[in-house]
Structures are given as C-alpha cells and as structure tokens.
C-alpha cells in the first residue's frame, strides 16, 4: 500500500499520479504498487513539486511494518530507539524560518548589481501569478476570505485564470456586500469551504512569484487561513504593485488601485471582484513597467 499526500504542486502532476494511484481526497493518493514504480513515482513528485510539498507513506518488511519519505516539509524525521518517528516543530520555530519576500527595493538592489541606472531598475519578470483576494473585512485574525483569484503569465500574457468564491460562517455586511456585488446566500450556494477553495488556490499557484496590490493583505489572510487549518507557511516570494506604484509615480498621492486604474486610463470590468482585479493589477504591472 502506497499513501502520497501533495500541497502546493502542479496540477500536472496530479495526472500523473491517477495513472497508478486513485486520489480519495484533495491532494491524496491511495495505491498497491510496486517498489521500482514507487521509487519511480516519488522521483516524479520530488522533481515537479520544487517547493510544494509532500509525503509518502508506504508498507515495508520492518517493526513497524511502514516507512515513509518527505518532501520540503517543517516536519522532520527522527529516530527513537530503532522507531523512525516524525517530530513536528514549534510555532516559534517555524515562524523563525521567516519568509521571503521579493519587493521593489531588492529588485533594485539586484539590478543595480548588474549596472544599471537607478531609474530603471525594474525588470518585468517573464513569469509570476497574479492574485487578488476579497474579505468581509480588515481583520485576517478574525475576518474571512469569500473569494480567490488568480491568473497566471508567462511571457507577459494571461495563460491561465482561476476563480473560485468561498463560504463564510456569517452574513456579509451591508458595505462588503454593496461593494462587491456578492450575497452569503450566493456563497453558499456557488462556494466551497475553505479548506478546498484553499487546496485549490495553492495547487493553482504552485512555487510561482506571486505579484499582488498591496501584497501584504492578501499574503496576510492566506497565511492565517494556512495556519487555521494548520497548514504549512504561505511563503512564496512576492512582488507588490503598491510598492512599485509609489516608487514609479511619487507625484501622485492616492495609490489605490482604483485610483491609479483611473489616472492612468486602465479598464476595470468588475471592481472589488478578486478576477477582475487581478486582470487590472496585471495590466498596472505593465504600464509601470513602461515608465
């Protein structure tokens, strides 16, 4: 019996897996195969997943009739008297591991290594995500995400798009309702729980450079909700448009995304819709790439 458990990998993997395994849940594999194709599949998960994780539990002749193998997680396998045991580490040090975070400023720092002016020291990845959340509020400690959004760019154009709305515990304040066009009946109806919208989402963005408006918002809920379902770090490297924006246009004082979509003639289809808004922070990235 083979038992292989993925977070964060790439949706082609999950193809691969099914040839040999039957998936019973979001992100598991359940299967009767043999060594050569095990050690073969594990191969494949270790090479694609780069930063996502996973695990493989599968049946052995031992003590304790199992061995397993890990990928990239906070976990760590530990010896206790001939007992191969996972110990799981401490908040604190988990928190201590920090996250990377890729901002104007270190793209400055790195183009500036490479002798080029100070004035134009941004660089246009050729690949990210761009992500956009929308919440009933501020709060990520006490507030819900009630949907997630995402396309992906590759060479500078939309290749991929994912949406999806999210259920929440409560009803939707008359503002975040008004200004969002959503109802908790229509998330409840059309939404997913947190847990598989969440799985989704993180599948869908793999490792990928995540460019985001004001990123610490968003990266702030996603982070709170891995940690409410007691997930590992959200800790993919990010870029923030917000960032970009102040430093590429100091002259204007209101950095809202609204606000520069209005100043610098970008269309917006769907205001405070988390697809919407990606497709127009997209578009911001390139125009200020441009200055």
Known sequence: MVVITLEKCPLALRGDLTKWLQEISMGVYVGQVSARVRDRL???????????????????????????RIHNTTWEPIDFDGLKLMMRPSSARTKSLGKKRLR?????????????????????????????IETTGLNPNKDEIIELAAIRVRGGRETDAFQCLVRC????????????????????????????????????????????????????FIQSACEELDWDDFDNDYLDTLALARKKLPQISDHRLSSLAERLHLEN?????????????HCLLVKLNEN
């Open 104 to 132: 104007w400023s270190e793209a400055s720092r790195f183009s500036k290594k490479k002798g080029r002016k100070p004035n134009r020291d941004f660089e246009l990845p050729s690949e990210y995500v761009v992500v956009d």
């Open 169 to 220: 515990g409560g009803e939707l304040s008359d503002a975040i309702a008004k200004l969002t066009g959503l109802s908790h009946s229509r998330l409840m109806a059309e939404g997913l729980i947190l847990e598989n919208a969440l799985m989704n989402f993180l599948e869908f963005v793999s490792d990928d450079l995540i460019v985001a408006h004001n990123a610490e918002f968003d990266i702030g």
């Open 269 to 281: 289809r769907q205001p405070h819709r988390a697809l919407s808004d990606c497709r127009l922070t």
């Open 42 to 68: 594990w191969e494949r998960v270790c090479k694609e997943c780069k930063s996502g994780r996973a695990t493989m539990v599968y049946s052995v002749r031992n003590e304790q009739r199992h061995d397993f």
